[in-house]
């Protein structure tokens, strides 16, 4: 804990690893604490206070049907569920929760709650929505400008 004259600022950071036969999952969490006095700082705050935490899972993090997809995943806010299958067995699956990736043998996802907004398999490049704030090459040879409308220029050789 620092302590000066504007008040006390206390800061945390807590991590913890749950592992079971289907899968291996690192909890992180993060929280700082400014307790300040409002005199000294001549502000209308008091008290200033934020957490986060994250996750890293390896192991299951998806079905196909009943067939396990193994990968890892990285986000915040998890949450999982367990369900029962038809065949009486239990799968735990990740529920979707604020933003997220993906890693598995085939396929690298970006979720947004319970949204896919893009992936990369089969060497492409999968994007719901797309927000462009630079320019766009189209292999060495071609851009797409937007000065006049939207264009397609040869910038090759």
Same mark, same amino acid.
């Given at each position: 804990?620092? =302590?000066?004259?504007?008040?006390?600022?206390?800061?945390?950071? @807590?991590?913890?690893?749950?592992?079971?036969?289907?899968?291996?999952?690192? %909890? %992180?969490?993060?929280?700082?604490?400014?307790?300040?006095?409002?005199?000294?700082?001549?502000?209308?705050?008091?008290?200033?206070?934020?957490?986060?935490?994250?996750?890293?899972?390896? !192991?299951?993090?998806? %079905? @196909?049907?009943?067939?396990?997809?193994? !990968?890892?995943?990285?986000? =915040? !806010?998890?949450?999982?569920? /367990?369900?029962?299958?038809?065949? !009486? /067995?239990?799968?735990?699956?990740?529920?979707?929760?604020?933003?997220?990736?993906?890693?598995?043998?085939?396929?690298?996802?970006?979720?947004?709650?319970?949204?896919?907004?893009?992936?990369?398999?089969?060497?492409?490049?999968?994007?719901?929505?797309? =927000?462009?704030?630079?320019?766009?090459?189209?292999?060495?040879?071609? =851009?797409?400008?937007?000065?006049?409308?939207? /264009?397609?220029?040869?910038?090759?050789?």
């Amino acid at each position: 804990m620092a =302590q000066s004259d504007f008040g006390s600022y206390v800061e945390n950071l @807590n991590a913890y690893i749950e592992a079971n036969p289907q899968a291996l999952t690192q %909890y %992180y969490k993060f929280a700082s604490d400014l307790q300040s006095d409002a005199d000294a700082l001549g502000t209308a705050f008091s008290r200033y206070v934020t957490e986060t935490e994250g996750y890293i899972r390896t !192991g299951i993090v998806d %079905y @196909n049907g009943a067939v396990p997809v193994y !990968g890892v995943a990285v986000g =915040q !806010g998890l949450a999982t569920e /367990t369900v029962t299958l038809s065949d !009486g /067995t239990a799968a735990t699956y990740i529920q979707p929760r604020q933003f997220r990736s993906v890693f598995t043998a085939s396929k690298l996802s970006f979720y947004q709650d319970d949204v896919e907004v893009a992936y990369l398999s089969n060497n492409r490049l999968y994007i719901t929505d797309a =927000q462009i704030t630079g320019r766009v090459f189209l292999g060495d040879d071609w =851009q797409l400008e937007r000065s006049s409308g939207l /264009t397609l220029k040869w910038i090759g050789g």
